[in-house]
T-cell receptor, first 116, second 121 residues
């Protein structure tokens, strides 16, 4: 079974600085997707970025980028020029590209605080 | 598009009571999911559906039932509420089909509703 591990329960960053959130996963599959979701205090789950395992190029969405290391099974999220609105829980998630279930497997999350 | 909507936002139940959590999506997605999120944890899959009339269990299905009579709606039923079911419940939907550049069918990004906070006392 696949597992997702986020080893940093909490992180803090100064406004305008850069922070990296860690995520590792365990799978025997070669084809899968990885995601970062943001959950602000409103509890809404918001997709931040996604990565397809068969693509070597790291995904980027504005100030958010990932460092995808397939061999190491690592998928870290870098937030540049941090803003107060980035404060939230961040969840790393895995989804198999095989089979028909398609559900997400989540890590326990990292709580990010942004200091003004 | 409203996306994925859930009702109610909050609910308090007494032990043994029943209720239905409603979920609807207007994106014509064929896949729908129910997850629960316990404090300090990620989301865990309760049930999912690949289309109208087809449902299947996820990781934590005990104490819940679902039905999918239409593409749009995917209600979650709690028959005999227990304190262990105190949680935040999220509904999600996604499209299942060919993704550009792929050679096999796969599901696309999941979109989540705002969640229902349920407390069982």
């Amino acid at each position: 079974a696949q597992t997702v591990t986020q080893s940093q329960p909490e992180m803090s960053v100064q406004e305008a600085e850069t922070v990296t959130l860690s995520c590792t996963y365990d799978t025997s599959e070669s084809d899968y997707y990885l995601f970062w979701y943001k959950q602000p205090p409103s509890r809404q789950m918001i997709l931040v970025i996604r990565q397809e395992a068969y693509k070597q190029q790291n995904a980027t969405e504005n100030r958010f980028s990932v460092n995808f290391q397939k061999a190491a099974k690592s998928f870290s999220l870098k937030i540049s020029d941090s803003q107060l609105g980035d404060a939230a829980m961040y969840f790393c998630a895995y989804r198999s590209a095989l089979g028909s279930q398609g559900n997400l497997i989540f890590g326990k999350g990292t709580k990010l605080s942004v200091k003004p | 598009n409203a996306g994925v909507t859930q009702t109610p936002k909050f609910r308090i139940l007494k032990i043994g009571q029943s209720m239905t959590l409603q979920c609807a999506q207007d994106m014509n997605h064929n896949y729908m999911y129910w997850y629960r999120q316990d404090p300090g944890m990620g989301l865990k899959l309760i049930y999912y559906s690949v289309g109208a009339g087809i449902t299947d269990k996820g990781e934590v299905p005990n104490g819940y039932n679902v039905s999918r009579s239409t593409t749009e709606d995917f209600p979650l039923r709690l028959e005999l509420a227990a304190p262990s079911q105190t949680s935040v419940y999220f509904c999600a939907s996604s499209h299942y089909g060919w993704t550009s550049g792929r050679t096999s069918v796969s599901t696309d990004t999941q979109y989540f509703g705002p969640g229902t906070r349920l407390t069982v006392l």
